[in-house]
């Protein structure tokens, strides 16, 4: 799974989010480890960055085995495991800048033991900076699973419509 919010305040962060969504798709099968996913987030700064085209942009990527999740991330986008205790941020860790296509990006790793019962949410800025974790824990833990998506952008939404920021959200669960 993988989440990219390109940097605002700059030009080509669009290009740069689709670039990076685009790179860990075509090497999702090379990720074995959070080694690998910190060797494809280094690989990818330098493939952006070279791009006269496309700015900076953030990036999370999890891989999510019947044990485990594990993975890498860059930027203010985020990946938290949702539990019965509360919430477990794997990217607290995280370099919140350089970000990805600046050309000197500092992947953090992050691995994790699943339970059952664990929920994962990865998600942008646009959700995490604008909306505490309690409230999203709250949503996490008293809708159904499939309305957790709109339940969580309607948290930030402003009362006008709008919303304060791009929000791009993964919530993944283990049915019942």
């Known amino acids: 799974m993988v989440v990219a919010d390109g940097a605002g305040g ?3 962060g669009a290009e740069a989010a689709t670039m990076a969504v685009e790179l860990v798709h075509q090497k999702a099968n090379e990720l074995h480890d959070a080694s ?5 987030l280094q690989s990818m ?6 791009d006269r085209v496309v700015g900076e942009t953030t990036c999370a990527v999890a891989v999510v085995t019947r044990a485990s999740v594990y993975g ?3 930027g203010d986008s985020g990946v938290w495991v949702i539990n019965k205790s509360g919430l477990i941020n794997l990217t607290e860790r995280q370099s919140s800048k350089p970000f990805i296509g600046s050309g000197s990006a500092l992947p953090s790793h992050f691995e994790h033991q699943i339970t059952q019962g664990d929920s994962l949410l990865l998600a942008t800025d646009g959700l995490l ?9 709250a949503v996490c833990r008293s809708v159904a699973p499939f309305d957790v998506p709109g339940k969580l952008v309607e948290l930030v939404r402003y009362p006008s419509g709008a919303l304060p920021d791009d929000v791009t959200l993964i919530f993944a669960y283990e049915p019942k």
């Open 10 to 12: 700059q030009s080509g």
């Open 36 to 40: 690998s996913c910190v060797a494809l």
């Open 45 to 50: 700064d330098q493939a952006v960055c070279k």
């Open 72 to 74: 890498a991330s860059v």
């Open 129 to 137: 900076k604008y909306s505490g974790p309690e409230r999203i824990v």
